[in-house]
Structures are given as C-alpha cells and as structure tokens.
C-alpha cells in the first residue's frame, strides 16, 4: 500500500513557474514508476509526464513538453514536477501516481497507475 502526497500547488501568472512534490507517507516509491496528472471540471483526467524507476525513461503530454520537467529522488522517495513558462490553460488540479511495484516502466494511461495522491490546484492567471 502506497499513500501519496503532493505539494506546492497555488495561484500564479502566465509565465510563472511552480514546482510540485510528491512524496510518500506511506509505504515506497521503491521498483514504481511514477506519473503526473491533471484535471479540470467537466473533463477527463489527462497525462502530464511520466518517470521510470530509474529516471532514464521520462515522458511528456505534447502541451507541456519543453516546459515542464519531471524528475525523482529514489533516497527520499519523492517525485517532482518543474512548471516553468506557465499558462492559463495549465490550470488544473495536479495529481502524482505510482504504479504497482515493479512496473517501472512509465505510461500515459491513468488505468495503469495504481496509487494517487488527493491532488494540489494549480491556478495561472492571465
């Protein structure tokens, strides 16, 4: 069992930046891969980025790629998401997601994640 909590959501500007945390209250990050989603009112959940357990494999959403940087600390079991450059339409409720140990891959699907954390809103002004 894992329990999930991420951190530093809040209210910015267009071309702010955010960084975001996840990290484990309970049980390891340890032989998971982990992933970034977000979601807005009306919508479907959608992928943000994804890490392998090792960090070598990252992967990013199109509308993010070249702005937002995934990266983990295995020692501290913690996940984080880099927002720079942000925009209006990157507002959403943000939520980290580990897979089932020893899946180490990353995915896009959010049904193959299965852990999440209650999720941090992250609002960007215009």
């Known amino acids: 069992q894992v329990q999930l909590v991420e951190s530093g959501g809040g209210l910015v500007q267009a071309g702010d930046s955010l960084r975001l945390s996840c990290a484990a209250s309970r049980g390891t990050l340890v032989d998971r891969a982990m992933g970034w989603f977000r979601q807005t009112p009306g919508k479907e959940r959608e992928f943000v980025a994804g890490?392998?357990?090792?960090?070598?494999?990252?992967y990013y959403a199109d509308s993010v790629k070249g702005r937002f940087t995934i990266s983990r600390d295995n020692g501290k079991s913690t996940v984080s998401l880099q927002m720079n450059s942000l925009k209006p339409e990157d507002t959403a409720v943000y939520s980290c997601a580990a897979r089932v140990r020893d899946y180490t891959v990353a995915t896009m699907k959010a049904y193959e994640y299965r852990y999440w954390g209650q999720g941090t809103q992250v609002t960007v002004s215009s």
């Open positions: 890490i392998s357990w090792s960090g070598a494999g990252v």
